[in-house]
């Protein structure tokens, strides 16, 4: 069917990621957002690489686009 879960979970590797994460993320060092997402995809989910490189251009795009995106849909809201 797909690929399996990991054998094994450790809660400390993911956390010691997610908060690098996060560090870079604050920091705006989007190269290494980038990395730490796809190593942090890839220890939870147990994904291969080329799965996870596959994503990012969609992801990529979204960060890119993320204004406009809601910038469209505020714009249709009603006012109330």
């Not at 908060?19 to 957002?33: E, I, K, M, S």
């Not at 996870?52 to 686009?65: D, G, R």
């Amino acid at each position: 069917m797909g690929e399996q879960l990991p054998a094994v979970f450790d809660p400390r590797a993911i956390g010691f990621i997610e908060a690098r994460l996060w560090q870079a993320y604050f920091a705006r060092h989007w190269p290494r957002v980038a990395l730490l997402a796809s190593r942090l995809v890839r220890e939870q989910l147990g994904l291969s690489a080329s799965v996870t490189i596959s994503v990012l251009p969609v992801v990529a795009a979204y960060l890119l686009l993320s204004r406009r995106f809601i910038a469209g849909l505020t714009a249709g809201s009603v006012k109330g």
